[in-house]
């Protein structure tokens, strides 16, 4: 059984940083790639950014290159999002999750899910 904590989230004004953590349990953690999401208030969830399971490969939404960076400590079974020059857009819900295979950006291929962490940007 994998489980996936997010923390991090919180209000920030615009042009602020933040950085989200995700702590991952279960021995697997290494052979897993690792993606972010986000949901905004009346908005289908979106990719955000992903990474192989040995962080050699990375992946980005359009929206968000150049501004965030995900990376993982396999040592501390977590995955990171820095996120810089942070936009009002870029108010949502932001989960981590695990794929066993590839490094996908489709959500349908994430089989396990955290619960989610809130980013607010004020302009």
């Known amino acids: 059984q994998v489980q996936l904590v997010e923390s991090g989230g919180g209000l920030v004004q615009a042009g602020g940083s933040l950085r989200l953590s995700c702590v991952v349990s279960g021995r697997t953690f290494r052979s897993y790639a690792m993606g972010w999401f986000r949901q905004a208030p009346g908005k289908e969830r979106e990719f955000v950014a992903a990474i192989s399971w040995g962080g050699g490969r990375t992946y980005y939404a359009d929206s968000v290159k150049g501004r965030f960076t995900i990376s993982r400590d396999n040592a501390k079974n977590a995955v990171f999002l820095q996120m810089n020059s942070l936009k009002p857009e870029d108010t949502a819900v932001y989960y981590c999750?695990?794929?066993?295979?590839?490094?996908?950006?489709?959500?349908?291929?994430?089989?396990?899910w955290g619960q989610g962490t809130q980013v607010t940007v004020s302009s």
């Open positions: 999750a695990a794929a066993p295979r590839g490094v996908p950006t489709d959500e349908e291929e994430f089989d396990y």
